[in-house]
């Protein structure tokens, strides 16, 4: 039965149709939640850095040029780890034009994005600005693509070498007496990518990595690294890419990456396949599972005891191919901080990233780290006007919920009964997403969307014997689903307490409605 959505309350929504049930057991543990998967990315990409989390002048800017309003959203989102600084960017970047005096640093051409790069931020900027955020970690991209092992080698001697060398006294001259320490490297980015400058096959991509992976561990044992894994699903060379690169760096190497990034394309009448777009989640599962899989045909070949997980380090909604995204064009036009990529993201889109974390989850056990891609301004959960105010887009919702949420927990085995749809891409996919986390406190979270495009959801929920007593529920749910938060409308989505949530005691069932198209935060204490 097809229903109208006729209201913006989440207590009034479209009559109840569809039932579905999450049975929460806290004896079946899929893995504790690494605070990796709460990751971000920032890369020197349109207004990401400039203008975005560095804009000297800006009246929120402190002493270093940051801006203190991205700053103090940043750490309401509550993401951890970032990536930097790319990317596309990274495979023709030099480290070393972002070090040492402002005024004396170059100014060069970004290949990958047709851009002006200053160098006013790099390295130690980024450093500092992580430490100013709330001491998150760094994890950094060498350039595998018009560089090599070397460069790679410098990097992280000057980065994690404590001093005594001409590259760590450099850094230390430069203002860091302290080494940085950074322990996740990301081994190039997208090597499998045509796009990618200096883009190579799995044979030459898996050798390179291979040396560059035994080089830094010469210097540095206990760095993680990440080798390149495909940049979607549907890479042409998907499976292959990842068994020979796998075969050659398996024993050196701490992670291999997935990319993958979902937006609702566009059919033939004109209008966009949501019923697809809203089953992205089943993409991204099938991509890890996948993954594992290959991880493990290697493990097995290998005979090896080592294991490698999946560092998810490039995910998000985006509109690939559309005009944001359009780069500059023209022998004489390299501009600086372009507005790129800038995705104004809507009430579905919300529902789809929320319906990603929820899948991140469920695989915990496999995907250790994770790295929303990105965080300002770029497809990011962050916006800010060049001089103007900072504001949350739709998507800034179900990353803050779930990492304040989820971050310490552990995730219960998701055993889901729910009814399916038909999906023009996937086949027939589950109405329902949903995982359960128990917190440190032993408080139980459950993220769950509902993806029909039609029809609210009675959604239960059996709790273990020793439940506690209180459910507070949030649900993201417009009935626009392209309603958006804008420069001059920044607050149109946000969370809404759903006040259909009740929790009968005496048996521990949770009855909550779900409206369509929607992602909702189910809290028991
Ligand atoms: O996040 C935007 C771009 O997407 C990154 O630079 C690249 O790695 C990917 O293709």
Same mark, same amino acid.
């Given at each position: 039965?097809?229903?109208?959505?006729?209201?913006?309350?989440?207590?009034? @929504?479209?009559?109840?149709?569809?039932?579905?049930?999450?049975?929460?057991?806290?004896?079946?543990?899929?893995?504790?939640?690494?605070?990796?998967?709460?990751?971000?990315?920032? %890369? @020197?990409?349109?207004?990401?850095?400039?203008?975005?989390?560095?804009?000297?002048?800006?009246?929120?800017?402190?002493?270093?040029?940051?801006?203190?309003?991205?700053?103090?959203?940043?750490?309401?989102?509550?993401?951890?780890?970032?990536?930097?600084?790319?990317?596309?960017?990274?495979?023709?970047?030099?480290?070393?034009?972002?070090?040492?005096?402002?005024?004396?640093?170059?100014?060069?051409?970004?290949?990958?994005?047709?851009?002006?790069?200053?160098?006013?931020?790099?390295?130690?900027?980024? $450093?500092?600005?992580?430490?100013?955020?709330?001491?998150?970690?760094?994890?950094?991209?060498?350039?595998?693509?018009?560089?090599?092992?070397?460069?790679? #080698?410098? #990097?992280?001697?000057?980065?994690?070498?404590?001093?005594?060398?001409?590259?760590?006294? *450099?850094?230390?001259?430069?203002?860091?007496?302290?080494?940085?320490?950074?322990? &996740?490297?990301?081994?190039?980015?997208?090597?499998?990518?045509?796009?990618?400058?200096?883009?190579?096959? $799995?044979?030459?991509?898996?050798?390179?990595?291979?040396?560059?992976?035994?080089? &830094?561990?010469?210097?540095?044992?206990?760095?993680?690294?990440?080798?390149?894994?495909?940049?979607?699903?549907?890479?042409?060379?998907?499976?292959?890419?990842?068994?020979?690169?796998?075969?050659?760096?398996?024993?050196?190497?701490?992670?291999?990456?997935?990319?993958?990034?979902? @937006?609702?394309?566009?059919? $033939?009448?004109?209008? *966009?396949?949501?019923?697809?777009?809203?089953?992205?989640?089943?993409?991204?599962?099938?991509?890890?599972?996948?993954?594992?899989?290959?991880?493990?045909?290697?493990?097995?070949?290998?005979?090896?005891?080592?294991?490698?997980?999946?560092?998810?380090?490039?995910?998000?909604?985006?509109?690939?191919?559309?005009?944001?995204?359009?780069?500059?064009?023209?022998?004489?036009?390299?501009?600086?901080?372009?507005?790129?990529? %800038?995705?104004?993201?809507?009430?579905?889109?919300?529902?789809?990233?929320?319906?990603?974390?929820?899948?991140?989850?469920?695989?915990?056990?496999?995907?250790?780290?994770?790295? #929303?891609?990105?965080?300002?301004?770029?497809?990011?959960?962050? &916006?800010?006007?060049?001089?103007?105010?900072?504001?949350?887009?739709?998507?800034?919702?179900?990353?803050?919920?779930?990492?304040?949420?989820?971050?310490?927990?552990?995730?219960?085995?998701?055993?889901?009964?729910?009814?399916?749809?038909?999906?023009?891409?996937?086949?027939?996919?589950?109405?329902?997403?949903?995982?359960?986390? *128990?917190?440190?406190?032993?408080?139980?979270?459950?993220?769950?969307?509902?993806?029909?495009?039609?029809?609210?959801?009675?959604?239960?929920?059996?709790?273990? %014997?020793?439940?506690?007593?209180?459910?507070?529920?949030?649900?993201?749910?417009?009935?626009?689903?392209?309603?958006?938060?804008?420069?001059?409308?920044?607050?149109?989505?946000?969370?809404?307490?759903?006040?259909?949530?009740?929790?009968?005691?005496?048996?521990?069932?949770?009855?909550?409605? #779900?409206?369509?198209?929607?992602?909702?935060?189910?809290?028991?204490?």
């Amino acid at each position: 039965m097809t229903q109208q959505i006729t209201t913006t309350s989440t207590s009034s @929504h479209s009559p109840v149709s569809q039932t579905s049930r999450l049975i929460v057991d806290n004896d079946f543990e899929v893995a504790p939640v690494n605070d990796r998967l709460f990751g971000s990315f920032v %890369e @020197h990409l349109g207004r990401c850095v400039y203008d975005g989390i560095y804009e000297p002048g800006h009246p929120e800017a402190d002493e270093d040029g940051f801006r203190k309003d991205v700053i103090e959203l940043v750490r309401e989102l509550g993401a951890t780890t970032i990536r930097y600084p790319g990317g596309n960017f990274v495979s023709g970047y030099r480290w070393e034009d972002g070090v040492g005096p402002k005024g004396d640093r170059p100014r060069r051409l970004d290949l990958a994005w047709h851009s002006t790069e200053t160098n006013q931020f790099g390295l130690h900027e980024m $450093a500092k600005w992580l430490h100013k955020v709330s001491g998150n970690e760094l994890m950094e991209a060498v350039n595998l693509g018009t560089r090599g092992l070397k460069n790679a #080698l410098d #990097l992280l001697e000057y980065a994690n070498i404590p001093g005594g060398t001409e590259l760590s006294e *450099r850094r230390r001259a430069n203002g860091a007496d302290e080494p940085f320490g950074i322990r &996740m490297w990301c081994l190039g980015n997208e090597m499998d990518g045509p796009w990618q400058t200096g883009h190579k096959n $799995a044979e030459d991509y898996g050798k390179l990595a291979a040396s560059v992976a035994a080089g &830094m561990r010469m210097i540095d044992p206990d760095v993680e690294l990440v080798v390149c894994g495909s940049s979607s699903h549907a890479m042409d060379t998907f499976g292959e890419w990842e068994e020979t690169v796998l075969d050659k760096t398996y024993e050196n190497v701490d992670f291999v990456s997935c990319h993958a990034y979902y @937006h609702p394309e566009l059919k $033939a009448d004109g209008t *966009r396949d949501m019923a697809s777009f809203l089953a992205s989640g089943v993409d991204m599962d099938g991509f890890i599972k996948d993954v594992a899989a290959a991880i493990d045909a290697t493990k097995a070949r290998l005979k090896s005891r080592h294991d490698v997980f999946i560092s998810f380090d490039e995910w998000n909604v985006w509109y690939l191919g559309e005009e944001p995204s359009r780069n500059p064009e023209g022998i004489g036009n390299w501009p600086v901080a372009p507005r790129l990529l %800038e995705d104004v993201y809507s009430a579905v889109d919300a529902v789809v990233f929320g319906d990603l974390l929820i899948t991140l989850l469920r695989n915990a056990d496999r995907v250790h780290a994770a790295s #929303l891609a990105q965080l300002v301004n770029v497809i990011a959960p962050i &916006m800010t006007e060049t001089g103007g105010p900072a504001w949350r887009q739709t998507t800034f919702y179900p990353f803050s919920l779930t990492a304040k949420y989820a971050k310490g927990g552990t995730v219960l085995e998701p055993k889901l009964a729910s009814g399916t749809y038909e999906t023009a891409k996937y086949g027939e996919v589950p109405t329902i997403n949903a995982v359960a986390v *128990r917190g440190a406190d032993g408080a139980v979270t459950v993220f769950v969307t509902n993806r029909s495009l039609e029809a609210a959801n009675d959604f239960e929920i059996r709790l273990p %014997e020793d439940h506690g007593t209180t459910v507070h529920a949030q649900t993201l749910h417009e009935d626009d689903l392209l309603a958006a938060n804008t420069l001059d409308d920044q607050t149109r989505v946000t969370l809404h307490d759903n006040d259909t949530a009740t929790l009968d005691p005496a048996t521990g069932t949770i009855h909550v409605t #779900l409206p369509p198209v929607s992602w909702t935060a189910v809290r028991v204490k």
